[in-house]
């Protein structure tokens, strides 16, 4: 979350590991604003590196717009360089699946999900 949330200020989004519930979800993306859940679905530690499953799913006011947002965090993620963030080494970033909008899972047409892998290593 804290190598995205520069990237969100940019649109009046906000980075999260739960969704808002729906009065304040609602109000922020009528508003205009996006707001990006970030959670971790699994991964291993193997004593050295921790390497996580995580996933990205934007909502903003149009499905659009959540397309962009999500477009734009992809290439984040990808560029990355091996580096501290906030006290994490991060080791790699890596694409899992492209965007995917998937409506049986979500009947909110405007949320657009994304998979990555995340490897962190211990600070020595």
């Given at each position: 979350?804290?190598?995205?949330?520069?990237?969100?200020?940019e649109v009046n989004g906000v980075a999260v590991t739960w969704l808002p519930v729906k009065d304040e979800l609602d109000a922020?993306?009528?508003?205009?604003?996006?707001?990006?859940?970030?959670?971790?679905?699994?991964?291993?530690?193997?004593?050295?590196?921790?390497?996580?499953?995580?996933?990205?799913?934007?909502?903003?006011?149009?499905?659009?717009?959540?397309?962009?947002?999500?477009?734009?965090?992809?290439?984040?993620?990808?560029?990355?360089?091996?580096?501290?963030?906030?006290?994490?080494?991060?080791?790699?970033?890596?694409?899992?699946?492209?965007?995917?909008?998937?409506?049986?899972?979500?009947?909110?047409?405007?949320?657009?999900?994304?998979?990555?892998?995340?490897?962190?290593?211990?600070?020595?």
């Amino acid at each position: 979350m804290d190598l995205l949330q520069p990237h969100l200020d940019e649109v009046n989004g906000v980075a999260v590991t739960w969704l808002p519930v729906k009065d304040e979800l609602d109000a922020r993306l009528d508003a205009g604003g996006v707001v990006v859940r970030v959670h971790r679905l699994g991964g291993a530690v193997d004593g050295m590196v921790d390497t996580g499953t995580i996933q990205l799913g934007v909502l903003a006011k149009t499905r659009a717009m959540s397309w962009a947002v999500l477009g734009h965090l992809r290439d984040v993620l990808l560029e990355f360089a091996p580096g501290t963030v906030n006290g994490v080494a991060v080791a790699a970033i890596g694409e899992m699946t492209g965007p995917l909008q998937i409506p049986e899972l979500s009947p909110d047409l405007r949320l657009v999900q994304g998979l990555f892998r995340v490897s962190c290593r211990k600070i020595r």
